[in-house]
Nanobody
Framework: QVHLVESGGGLVQAGGSLRLTCTASGNIISINAMGWYRQTPGNQRELVARITRGGTPTVADSVKDRFTISRDIDVNEVYLQMNSLKPEDTALYYC??????????WGQGTQVTVSE
């Protein structure tokens, strides 16, 4: 079993920055990729950025000029650096872990709110 805990969300003004952290524990060896997803009320959860076990990142076109995904293997953490935030980035951000077997594991989410 994989346990994910997100942190770093909050309220920020447009143009500001936030850094989200996802800390993984449990059966870490079963994880082959980790990513950040976001969801707003009434909408499906969407991929923001993802990084594979080998370190290959993927960032959604809508944020690729502003968001960066990185990781620290030694402490089992994945980060999402979000710069130049816009009100439309407001969402509940989830950390997800793709495993070799079984469904994607999810954290509880962290709220990001960007004010005008």
């Amino acid at each position: 079993q994989v346990h994910l805990v997100e942190s770093g969300g909050g309220l920020v003004q447009a143009g500001g920055s936030l850094r989200l952290t996802c800390t993984a524990s449990g059966n870490i060896i079963s994880i082959n990729a980790m990513g950040w997803y976001r969801q707003t009320p009434g909408n499906q959860r969407e991929l923001v950025a993802r990084i594979t076990r080998g370190g290959t990142p993927t960032v959604a076109d809508s944020v690729k000029d502003r968001f960066t995904i990185s990781r620290d293997i030694d402490v089992n953490e994945v980060y999402l650096q979000m710069n130049s935030l816009k009100p439309e980035d407001t969402a509940l951000y989830y950390c997800g872990a793709d495993r070799l077997l079984g469904p994607r594991a999810w954290g509880q989410g962290t709220q990001v709110t960007v004010s005008e």
